[in-house]
């Protein structure tokens, strides 16, 4: 895991640098009088840990960074990069809280262990959430900025699951959505598990 406090600091300098939307500062605001910089990723997978959510939403955008530097033809800007890697998990800000759990150690004995849990307050669905969190704050999101982030999760998302297709169609008009799913997958699989091993 990375050093959060480095991590924070190089968050904020890319948002400052890259992102010019109206309201960036107000946004920045209130993040920083968040947990989003402390909090999880996840309960028990990638980045559960504190840090975790600063240290994916930055593997994100660096991930996302490469895949757009493949496709130049698709004109994406280092602002749009910026936002939905950066801010795509905004929902999980408020989100988990710590609890206990009973579980064996090594030798088979129950010990209580410190977890996170999920605490929602704000129950309106994952990607959903993230784009109505960042329109409280950002102006004039694009509807590829907004497709990406809500549709972030590709069939992990619960609508998918339930067989609404709105993310097949999102993937098939917008690539922007598509390649910020591939940099959450490579980042969460590929780069997380992996040094959490």
């Not at 910089?37 to 994916?56: D, I, M, N, Q, V």
Request: charged fraction near 25%; glycine fraction near 6%.
């Amino acid at each position: 895991m990375a050093n959060i406090e480095e991590l924070k600091q190089e968050f904020l300098e890319i948002c400052r640098n890259s992102i010019k939307r109206e309201g960036i500062e107000e946004l920045l605001n209130w993040i920083c009088s968040s947990d989003f910089f402390r909090a999880p990723a996840s309960t028990k997978f990638h980045g559960s840990y504190p840090g975790g959510l600063l240290e994916h939403s930055m593997n994100v955008y660096r991930c996302l960074k490469k895949i757009v530097e493949r496709y130049p033809e698709e004109n994406i800007s280092d602002e749009t990069v910026a936002i939905v890697s950066l801010f795509h998990d905004v929902c999980k800000v408020h989100y988990y809280k710590t609890g206990t759990r009973n579980v064996k150690d090594e030798s088979g004995k129950w010990i209580t262990k410190e977890v996170y849990e999920v605490d929602e307050q704000f129950p309106i669905g994952h990607g959903e959430k993230s784009c109505i969190i960042l329109q409280w704050f950002l102006k004039k999101l694009t509807v590829d900025e907004l497709l990406a982030i809500r549709f972030h999760m590709g069939g992990f998302d619960a609508a998918v699951k339930g067989g609404d297709t709105s993310a097949s169609r999102a993937y098939d008009q917008c690539p922007l959505a598509v390649m910020l799913h591939l940099a959450d997958l490579e980042a969460s699989y590929l780069i997380e598990t992996k040094n959490q091993a």
